[in-house]
């Protein structure tokens, strides 16, 4: 009978989670598309962003056994200054999603700099996963709102398709450009 419980306990907090997040993406595309949605930059410890970034995606690489590569270069100021939540969430949106399309072999995240003139830093991360690929039609729509590709092999993943499309505006928000590359069923 506890562990019944337990399982309902757990099977409710899970649901209120996803839903938690259902509603931040709902109200950030609203926040996006209303003209209010405002970059907070700030000054922040790059070490401790990358490792609660590795710390959220690692347990869930882990529990679909899948090798978490990491590529962090020493090269990156321990300061920088910018919105580290904001960061943080595309990222996280970005390893997410390598993760969910995933289901065998490896994702992985690379962080690189390079110091521009000002002194401003131009940061790259990039996210790879041994997962099932982009058609390459689908690219070009990979970005907009509610758009989730090839949803006949993805209808039992998860998700809304608002991330990438909120990550692509943050990152316009922030003066940085997100790409893709793949190669459907690689």
């Known amino acids: 009978k506890d562990d019944t419980i337990k399982e309902y306990a757990c099977n409710i907090q899970n649901a209120s989670k996803m839903l938690l997040a259902l509603i931040n993406d709902v109200l950030d595309?609203?926040?996006i598309e209303s003209g209010k949605?405002?970059?907070?930059p700030v000054q922040y410890e790059t070490g401790s962003m990358f490792s609660e970034l590795v710390n959220?995606?690692?347990i869930r690489a882990h529990e679909k056994k899948l090798e978490f590569k990491l590529d962090i270069s020493p090269e990156i100021p321990s300061m920088l200054f910018g919105d580290e939540v904001r960061i943080k969430q595309i990222i996280t949106n970005l390893l997410t999603n390598a993760v969910k399309y995933t289901q065998k072999g490896f994702i992985s995240l690379t962080a690189r700099s390079e110091v521009k003139e000002n002194n401003k830093v131009l940061l790259t991360i990039s996210v790879r996963d041994s997962g099932i690929g982009i058609r390459k039609e689908d690219m070009q729509r990979l970005f907009h709102s509610f758009q989730r590709v090839d949803e006949g092999t993805n209808a039992g993943i998860e998700g809304t398709g608002l991330g990438l499309s909120i990550s692509h505006?943050?990152?316009e928000m922030m003066g940085g450009k997100i790409t893709v590359d793949s190669i459907y069923q690689k």
């Open 29 to 31: 595309m609203s926040k």
């Open 37 to 40: 949605m405002e970059i907070v």
């Open 56 to 58: 959220l995606i690692w």
């Open 169 to 171: 505006q943050l990152v």
